[in-house]
């Protein structure tokens, strides 16, 4: 049965999950698709897209509120999007942008200058993947600063490359099988304040107890890790797969303090808390601070695959043949990413800032004994999932029934951390769609507990 698009406000469940044609599917990709990709328990067989909405190989119907994972940032196949891409793909597909020229480059790299949290001028090295941006700032700030270690955060995800994978430290599945860490990187504790790890919860003022920068300034750095041999400290001011943790204000400030005072560069990734997700562009305007890189990728390119390492100019001034990628900058992942941003300035990050107030205050206001947190910045918004208001005890069980539950009424969203659900859907969200969304996972809470 065909839906007719402009009529859907709500999901549409018409078979069981999965149904039939979805099951054929997931039968063929168990047989030749690689095993490890980290798939939840239900099974979502997408077909077609259209704003918020994701119709199945069923023809079910459902509410997005994941977005391929913070990546469609202005819906599926926004229709300008399309136009963009087509447009660009029928003039050039290709042209290797590391051995010849074409415009789309420096337009988007002045584009990311104007843009970025970054003081003064800005050079960009086109890539294809987050962690492809993250490789390159690692190996740009070891060039530049003659320097070889890294500090990086507990429950960080900087992807699965094996310098990224040095980084990341937000699940064991990530590291188990790899042995040692290609890179030199200490990780040290992220300020989540909610699950204090210094045990001392919000501080004066409710103000983080910056017990992790003592333990940088006055542990790490006076035993492990002489600061003049720290190249750059990674650090994502919303911690994305580790849980939806905004970092405190005072903590980032000191941070750059840190970066300041011992000569370490600042890489910021924004990987997933990027281009209008949090409402600002970046997640770390919230903050007051520039980054010495950032790295972006996922929202950027409404779906196609484009990142980008966003560096100062001084910085990013190595020789020819250090860095480079045969399809980094491809011309029509740079269309897309042009008209993303574009339509993210023409409104839809106002709307991020707009609709996740609405959608944290609905979600704030549920009554229930189970949800042990609500935070968040724009419309990247985690729901930690506990025992009960009492105990606060972590519930990675109860999480996992509410995604599932979610699902099987006609709501897409995914866990991220121990015990939470994030909510990252496509920054074009309504109130309306808000309304539908949490009236479903309140059901679904509702019933799993
Ligand atoms: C903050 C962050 N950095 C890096 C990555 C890696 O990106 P990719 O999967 O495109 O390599 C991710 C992916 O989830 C991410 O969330």
């Not at 064991?172 to 045990?199: E, S, T, W």
């Not at 990027?274 to 779906?303: N, P």
Request: some cysteine.
């Amino acid at each position: 049965m065909e839906t007719r698009k402009a009529d859907v406000q709500r999901p549409i469940i018409r078979t069981e999950l999965p149904g039939p044609r979805a099951k054929q599917v997931i039968e063929a990709d168990a047989r030749y698709v690689n095993p490890s990709y980290p798939r939840p328990e239900y099974k979502l067989v997408a077909e077609k897209g259209y704003g918020v909405w994701i119709e199945d190989v069923d023809g079910n119907v459902f509410l997005d509120c994941n977005a391929g994972v913070a990546v469609c940032s202005t819906g599926h196949c926004h229709p300008e999007i399309v136009k963009a891409i087509t447009d660009q793909a029928s003039k050039l597909i290709h042209m290797c942008g590391t051995d010849f020229y074409y415009d789309l480059m420096p337009k988007l790299g002045k584009k990311l200058e104007e843009i970025c949290p970054i003081e003064g001028e800005t050079r960009t090295h086109f890539a294809n993947s987050g962690a492809e941006a993250i490789e390159t700032a690692l190996k740009l700030a070891m060039y530049y600063t003659r320097r070889q270690k890294f500090i990086s955060f507990f429950g960080s995800f900087h992807g699965r490359t094996l310098g990224a994978l040095s980084l990341t430290s937000s699940k064991k599945a990530q590291r188990l099988g790899f042995m040692r860490q290609a890179l030199d990187v200490i990780h040290v504790p992220y300020p989540y304040c909610f699950r204090c790890p210094f045990n001392k919860g919000k501080g004066e003022n409710g103000k983080c107890c910056l017990g992790t920068i003592d333990w940088i300034e006055n542990r790490i750095f006076n035993t492990t890790t002489p600061p003049e041999e720290v190249a750059a400290i990674v650090l994502e001011v919303v911690q994305g797969e580790g849980g939806y943790i905004p970092a405190p204000v005072e903590f980032v400030r000191e941070i750059r303090r840190i970066c300041d005072e011992y000569g370490i560069l600042l890489i910021v990734d924004e990987v997933q808390s990027g281009m209008g997700r949090t409402g600002k562009m970046f997640a770390l305007e919230h903050y007051g601070v520039k980054a010495d890189i950032v790295c972006i990728a996922k929202g950027i390119g409404s779906g196609l695959p484009i990142g980008a390492c966003v560096a100062r100019s001084d910085i990013m001034s190595w020789h020819k043949g250090a860095h480079a990628s045969t399809f980094g900058g491809n011309p029509v992942c740079i269309a897309a990413a042009l008209k993303t941003i574009e339509l993210l300035e023409n409104g839809l990050v106002e709307n991020a800032c707009k609709i996740g107030d609405y959608l944290m205050q609905r979600l704030r206001q549920l009554d229930c004994d189970y949800i042990g947190d609500v935070r968040g910045l724009g419309l990247m918004i985690g729901v930690e999932f506990v025992e009960s208001k009492a105990t606060m005890k972590p519930a990675p069980k109860l999480r996992d029934r509410v995604e599932k539950a979610c699902f099987e009424k006609g709501l897409i969203v995914l866990g991220c951390g121990m015990n939470t659900i994030r909510w990252s859907p496509p920054l074009i969200l309504t109130k309306e769609n808000v309304d539908v969304a949490v009236e479903i996972f309140e059901q679904a809470v509702r019933e799993s507990a």
